[in-house]
């Protein structure tokens, strides 16, 4: 599943070639893909005509585009297009002789128009996903609790409802890290589980969690409520720069079911300590890299640098 920094390349993406644009066609070709959508693919379509996409914003794995308000108008946005990736959604951007591309995953095409016609000319939208667990959703905006932005992207304080649970991520600069570090402590669980709860702290997943207990040498079984402060703010201090890093390679790219909106690969995956290493010798002490399975998917530690506790706690 496409974690932050993967979605922040996607987002950034349409930052710089789709907002401003106008909606002009929007096309259904698979109903599921949007089946968070109150009004069903033609409502979804009906929302989104004529309408002005403002602004790119990310919180944690979800991405939305603001729909800039009617001219004269005196509020804010009241309403977002709003995307979850899911396991392997795709936000392509095709302009050109591109848009005869049409990949059999293709699910929503939304066609978009600039008003510098000469510069961008026709240009689409498109979400392609094989497994199809994301989705595209038009949404109402509500505002947030503490008045910060919503996410990265936007000054606009407000999130669409769907998204006002998720935590904020380690990357947002309206995180309040000593919150994040107290909501961990008080958990009664093991410390990668906390760390993939969206509610705490939003857009870690699997790679990048086990990447950031290995660099801060604690076990993913370890007990939450063991964890002493210095120890939780430095476990989020090793999940942000794993992921900072991984950002500035365009995220990690396993296969063709991660791009970015140009169709263009992460390569991250080159720098993996452990995410994917069985076998091979931890990069710190030269011990085999351990798998074990964990809530239906993987963990990869070091025995050596991540001694498992007995019973979750020292």
């Known amino acids: 599943m496409p974690e932050l920094p993967e979605v922040e390349t996607v987002r950034d993406g349409l930052a710089r070639h789709v907002v401003g644009a106008r909606v002009v066609d929007v096309e259904v070709l698979r109903d599921y893909s949007v089946r968070r959508h109150e009004g069903g693919p033609a409502g979804f379509r009906d929302e989104l005509l004529g309408q002005r996409l403002g602004a790119a914003v990310r919180r944690g794995k979800f991405l939305w585009l603001p729909l800039e308000p009617a001219a004269g108008s005196v509020d804010g946005p009241a309403a977002a297009l709003l995307a979850h990736l899911g396991m392997s959604g795709q936000l392509l951007v ?3 002789v591109a848009l005869a591309d049409r990949s059999p995953h293709l699910r929503v095409r939304v066609v978009l128009e600039h ?3 000469t510069a961008y000319g026709a240009q689409a939208l498109d979400f392609v996903d094989q497994r199809t667990f994301g989705h595209l959703s038009v949404q109402d905006l509500v505002p947030t ?35 994040v570090v107290d909501a961990i402590r008080r958990r009664r669980t093991g410390v990668k589980r906390a760390l993939l709860d969206q509610t705490v702290v939003s857009g870690v997943g699997n790679i990048y969690a086990d990447e950031a207990l290995w660099r801060a040498r604690l076990h993913y079984a370890r007990a939450t409520d063991t964890l002493r402060r210095p120890e939780a703010h ?28 140009n169709g263009q690969s992460g390569y991250f995956s080159r720098s993996l300590a452990v995410y994917g290493q069985e076998g091979e010798p931890c990069p710190r002490c030269g011990t085999p890299v351990r798998r074990d399975e964990f809530m239906n998917r993987s963990s990869y530690t070091c025995p050596r640098c991540q001694p498992r506790p007995r019973n979750g706690r020292w």
């Open 94 to 96: 095709r302009s050109g």
């Open 145 to 179: 609790p503490d008045g910060a932005p919503g996410g990265l992207g936007s000054d606009l304080a407000a999130v669409p409802a769907p998204v006002a649970h998720i935590g904020r991520d380690l990357l947002d600069p309206s995180l309040r890290r000593a919150d």
């Open 234 to 261: 430095r476990l989020l201090d090793a999940a942000a720069e794993v992921m900072t890093e991984a950002l500035a390679q365009g995220g990690t790219s396993f296969d063709a079911l991660y791009v970015n909106v």
């Open 115 to 117: 008003d510098d016609r």
